[in-house]
């Protein structure tokens, strides 16, 4: 009886890593073309050309639009998914929740084109008509279960008020990270800095027992002092 003729592990491994960076590339690419020109704008034959290969590969790799959209979405959400949980650790309570707040803005800042190219085919597959479907549900889900995991957590080690609901708090704290980095793709000039600092306050507000409070240091952090000032500032009116 005749055995298949296995390539050499060498061979299968250097294959391996080619097809890697392929779909490294590619999706580079397609994250590009998101930013840049849109869903109308970003085509199998670009992507392939952008990435330095054939619309052939892009084609066989992806099948469709809708399976490199696909592909996008999972890489994006699996990047900030990671990041999060590598952010957090072992930490529980308010201090996951800053944890996963600060990693949240330093993907914008080091990632910005990503975070563009995942909410924007977020957004749009809920339109009836797209032609692809997203893993928006799936994410916010892994979200919120964490979220409340963190919170429950915080509960029982004493460091969060037992009235709070792990689950409404996920909810309300996945919806909070969304609106501010939806209006940070509608205004780029927003203050990120001060808006996430301001929600992180409001967390250990609502949700930090005395015993975590007194933990840490007293007062409001310098971002959100400082956006109150300007907003003071701007809202003065000089009187006559």
């Known amino acids: 009886m005749s055995k298949t003729k296995r390539p050499p592990a060498g061979r299968a491994r250097k294959q391996a890593e080619r097809s890697a960076l392929s779909d ?3 999706t580079e690419a397609a994250i590009e073309l998101l930013v840049q020109h849109g869903i109308q704008g970003t085509t199998l034959q670009a992507v392939g050309e952008i990435a330095g290969y054939s619309r052939a590969l892009a084609t066989h790799r992806f099948g469709s ?3 490199l959209f696909a592909n996008v979405l999972k890489v ?7 990041r999060v ?39 749009l597959s809920i339109d009836p008509s797209a032609d692809y479907t997203s ?4 994410v916010h889900k892994a979200q919120r279960r964490d ?5 429950l957590a915080g509960q029982e080690a004493g460091m969060v008020v037992p009235d709070a609901v792990p689950e409404r708090v996920a909810e309300q704290y996945a919806a909070s990270m969304a609106g501010i980095i939806y209006q940070w793709l509608a205004n780029p000039d927003i203050q990120l800095d001060a808006m996430f600092s301001q929600l992180k306050d409001d967390l250990r507000v609502r949700l930090a027992t005395d015993r975590a409070k007194a933990e840490r240091p007293r007062g409001r952090s310098a971002a ?17």
């Open 135 to 138: 893993n928006i549900a799936s």
């Open 85 to 123: 949980k590598d952010a957090v650790g072992d930490r529980v309570g308010v201090d996951a929740l800053c944890a996963a707040t600060d990693a949240g803005q330093r993907f914008i800042a080091e990632r910005p084109d990503e975070v563009k190219a995942m909410y924007l085919l977020w957004f």
């Open 224 to 240: 959100t002092r400082r956006s109150n000032s300007r907003a003071r500032h701007s809202t003065d009116t000089p009187r006559g």
């Open 24 to 26: 490294r590339r590619l």
């Open 65 to 67: 639009k809708a399976g």
């Open 76 to 82: 994006a959400s699996a990047d900030w998914l990671e």
């Open 147 to 151: 979220v409340a995991r963190w919170v």
